[in-house]
């Protein structure tokens, strides 16, 4: 028998300098994860399709740029621009606002003219002359 020991196991490389814990450093270009910047997708798709219900084309328009914004978040992070993929998702959020107050001044508008505006008489007279004609 030999009286040499065994090669021991090759040691792994050290951390690149700068990052005492070993985490590999994004290169400029490289993705990024998706979840890093929030994108508001589905606030500005519900907020869009609840403008087309309550405000007409007034909140769909602001609702459809909100839309092209926040899709282009995950597509930013996707070619590595960071800087980008928050200026895109800083104005999705702005535009996700608008479209949720054009939402709500909507909705009370419809709520008015349901009990004081008279539209609840409007639409029983609308529902006579089809009954009385049919």
Not at 26 to 53: D, E, F, H, K, Q
């Given at each position: 028998?030999?009286?040499?020991?065994?090669v021991p196991?090759a040691?792994?490389?050290?951390?690149?300098?700068?990052?005492?814990?070993?985490a590999?450093?994004?290169?400029p270009g490289?993705p990024?994860a998706?979840?890093?910047?929030?994108n508001?997708?589905v606030?500005?798709i519900?907020?869009?399709?609840?403008s087309?219900c309550l405000?007409c084309i007034?909140?769909?328009?602001?609702?459809?740029?909100?839309?092209?914004?926040?899709?282009?978040?995950?597509?930013?992070?996707?070619?590595?621009?960071?800087a980008?993929?928050?200026?895109?998702?800083?104005?999705a959020?702005?535009?996700?606002w608008?479209t949720?107050?054009?939402?709500?001044?909507?909705?009370?508008?419809t709520?008015?003219?349901?009990?004081?505006?008279?539209g609840?008489?409007?639409?029983?007279q609308i529902?006579?002359?089809?009954?009385a004609g049919?």
């Amino acid at each position: 028998m030999s009286s040499i020991p065994p090669v021991p196991p090759a040691a792994p490389p050290p951390p690149p300098p700068g990052d005492p814990y070993g985490a590999p450093s994004a290169m400029p270009g490289s993705p990024i994860a998706p979840g890093t910047v929030p994108n508001y997708l589905v606030w500005a798709i519900v907020a869009t399709v609840l403008s087309i219900c309550l405000c007409c084309i007034v909140g769909t328009i602001p609702g459809i740029v909100a839309i092209v914004f926040a899709a282009k978040v995950n597509t930013l992070l996707g070619q590595g621009d960071l800087a980008g993929a928050q200026r895109a998702s800083n104005t999705a959020k702005v535009w996700c606002w608008v479209t949720t107050g054009l939402c709500i001044v909507g909705l009370l508008w419809t709520v008015y003219s349901m009990t004081v505006g008279g539209g609840m008489e409007m639409y029983r007279q609308i529902f006579e002359q089809i009954q009385a004609g049919g």
